[in-house]
């Protein structure tokens, strides 16, 4: 079986396919998911939870490195203890050739009567490039699935690794996620059976003792089901004295989650020139949930100092690290606060990378299982907006940033893939609203860091600095 997914060289955006010279361009994002390899997967890569069906022991075809490029159908049984529950199949392919439209694979899960259960089709639409290994994610949820059957069509030449498979709902989820959360709303934590919560804290403080109370009184609420162990708990009782923000940190099945529970939403609060253009910033708190170091995104938005800019007033914002929660969170403070720039920062790999496109796709098939949020959830080869089209182009002066950081002795990098993780899903919404708004929205990556002194957090607020200040003068 293949190794590829421990390899830092594939923790880049599947997009990155050659560029006609035979050789693959430098992606300045490289090892953007770089923190999911620690603790997260078993020492091939998979989830810790998945049962794995190996390509070569049960399809037909030529064998390559531990796969097998298909001669035909292969069918194959789904792993006995994965058949229940909401799952996820993850096929784990690539494609050496495909027709110039229409379908390349199909995958199929049935039952032990040959009924269709769930269905997946990999057409040359949503292809993100070929000679790149990419995981075609099938959802079910169904006690009766028996096969899956791997159907490449005409003109297709595919090669399949292996299959996973796993429950959709990862390990340890939090809902509802992080936002503006009245105290009657239900908290859940969602966990597989049988598992515990090994930590719930807020503020350094163990809750775990008060929640075994309040499932003692019955105010809170345990349900195991054939599949998972659900608790609930109205967030008063749980926190009856919190403040403005609670922030949630938990683990369970070896797994962590943290949710951000607010009792109002973010102040408009424009700092700087309260004549000039008003600009929302964003970065995002540490991920994964159980992060040892900060995110340069938000130690870079937060040490800005809008008096050094001209023109412009400065509206900071730190997001949580979920794929709805974060666009949401933007998406409120747009309507409510009417900033005529809308630009947002990420955590990504070893260079600057100002990001030229975003894409209508949420999947992190570059490891294998694919890599929860901040709350648990997985997205695999799911799409942002059904209506909408596969690509939207930044509407910031990227020329003009590039100027003002090499000012500043930067070098950054053109890139065309800010992966397909959350970056991906705010870039998304940023141009999206913006340009119904008729502003100008964007994304630019930070380079991967851990140390932050007085002297570092500096720098990158000068880089902020630039980008605001370039994109307001034009």
Not at 15 to 34: F, I, K, Q
Not at 42 to 58: C, Q, R, Y
Not at 123 to 142: C, E, F, H, N, P
Not at 227 to 244: D, M, N, Q
């Amino acid at each position: 079986m293949l190794r590829s997914a421990l390899s830092l060289s594939l923790l880049t955006v599947l997009a990155s396919c050659t560029d006609g010279t035979g050789e693959s361009p430098v992606d300045p994002n490289e090892g953007l998911l770089r923190d999911f390899l620690d603790g997260k997967f078993d020492s091939v890569g998979h989830p810790l939870n998945a049962k794995t069906i190996d390509a070569e022991a049960v399809c037909s075809g030529t064998v390559i490195n531990g796969a097998v490029e298909l001669g035909g159908a292969c069918e194959a049984a789904i792993p006995a203890g994965a058949t229940t529950g909401a799952l996820v199949i993850n096929v784990r392919l690539r494609v050496i050739a495909a027709p110039s439209s229409g379908s390349i694979l199909e995958a199929i899960v049935v039952d032990d009567e040959g009924k269709e259960l769930a269905k997946e089709s990999l057409t040359v639409s949503r292809l993100r490039g070929r000679q790149s290994w990419i995981d075609l994610a099938i959802k079910l949820d169904a006690s009766n699935a028996a096969k899956l059957r791997l159907e490449p069509q005409d003109g297709a030449r595919v090669e399949i690794d292996y299959a996973e498979v796993f429950p959709s709902n990862f390990g340890l989820v939090i809902a509802p996620g992080s936002g503006v959360i009245a105290n009657d709303t239900l908290l859940t934590f969602e966990l597989p059976k049988l598992r515990k919560l090994e930590k719930l804290e807020e503020g350094g403080v163990d809750l775990l003792p008060k929640l075994e109370q309040l499932l003692d009184d019955g105010v809170a609420t345990k349900i195991t089901t054939g599949f998972r162990t659900l608790i609930e708990v109205p967030v008063g009782a749980l926190l009856p004295e919190r403040g403005e923000v609670a922030e949630l940190a938990v683990r369970g099945a070896g797994d962590a989650a943290r949710v951000q529970l607010r009792r109002t939403a973010h102040a408009c609060n424009y700092e700087g020139d309260p004549a000039g253009t008003k600009v929302l910033i964003t970065g995002f708190q540490p991920f994964p949930a159980d992060g040892t170091h900060p995110n340069i995104s938000a130690e870079a938005v937060t040490a800005v100092n809008p008096e050094k800019l001209r023109g412009a007033q400065v509206l900071r914002l730190v997001l949580p690290v979920e794929y709805d929660r974060a666009p949401a969170m933007i998406g409120d403070a747009i309507e409510r606060c009417a900033p005529d720039v809308v630009i947002s920062f990420g955590q990504g790999g070893g260079a600057i990378a100002l990001e030229q496109t975003a894409y209508n796709l949420q999947d992190t098939g570059e490891i294998s299982g694919g890599v929860p949020d901040n709350r648990g959830i997985i997205r695999g080869a799911t799409v942002i907006d059904p209506a909408a089209g596969p690509e939207r182009t930044t509407l910031l002066p990227l020329d003009a940033i590039r100027d003002s950081f090499e000012a500043l002795g930067e070098f950054p990098q053109d890139s065309t893939d800010p992966g397909r993780y959350i970056c991906n899903n705010t870039m998304w919404n940023n141009i999206g609203v913006m340009t119904l708004r008729g502003g100008r929205g964007g994304f630019i990556h930070l380079p991967f860091t851990t140390f932050f002194d007085d002297a570092v957090r500096a720098r990158w607020a000068r880089v902020v600095e630039a980008a605001i200040q370039a994109t307001v003068d034009q």
